[in-house]
């Protein structure tokens, strides 16, 4: 039943701040969302912001082990790097919510601290990818982290164009179109 009520409350609370944002959601509408009392919030997480930072670190490992298996069998950084954003690309349209929420908390210093960033996270895929295709003089960065920054832009502004029909391209067009732009950035 403990595991059951955890769940129901990581799943609403993830619904709840993606719609309405993290400091606008209450524990108290969290917990109604839930079905349960704000004492059972209370028993499985220490606060809020400890519960925010556990959906991040269940989303942002979801998001990392999807990436991973991507590139399993992918051998050069260009092919990587292409596979990676195509990834991204279906992880944001399979699980939006998930990839809206770290978007979100990746702009909350509370919840993205220092020792969050030492965690294994999605980013840190595409940088392992980045690195290679340097050290192969493939790609002419100087800082994965931004080049990551960068590509992560691209995809979600593309995401939202593509979500709005706020573009005449056709999805698979836009994702091939980004493509092609990530690894004209990069070179």
Not at 29 to 52: C, P, Q, V, W
Not at 76 to 99: C, D, N, T, W
Not at 134 to 163: K, Y
């Amino acid at each position: 039943m403990g595991d059951t009520k955890r769940k129901a409350i990581l799943e609403t609370a993830l619904q709840l701040f993606v719609k309405h944002g993290i400091d606008a959601t209450s524990v108290r509408a969290i917990a109604e969302g839930a079905d349960t009392a704000e004492g059972n919030i209370y028993r499985h997480f220490k606060s809020k912001g400890d519960l925010a930072r556990t959906i991040f670190l269940d989303c942002a490992n979801t998001f990392r082990s999807t990436l991973k298996k991507a590139v399993r069998e992918q051998s050069g950084p260009e092919q990587k790097i292409e596979i990676l954003v195509r990834a991204m690309f279906e992880f944001a349209f399979k699980h939006s919510r998930e990839f809206s929420y770290i978007l979100i908390a990746n702009h909350r210093e509370e919840i993205i601290t220092r020792d969050m960033l030492a965690k294994p996270l999605p980013k840190d895929v595409f940088e392992e990818a980045l690195q290679e295709g340097m050290e192969q003089q493939l790609f002419q960065v100087s800082e994965p982290t931004i080049a990551v920054a960068w590509i992560v832009g691209m995809v979600q502004r593309s995401t939202i164009f593509i979500q709005r029909n706020i573009t005449s391209l056709e999805p698979e067009n836009v994702i091939d179109e980004t493509v092609k732009a990530v690894l004209r950035m990069l070179k």
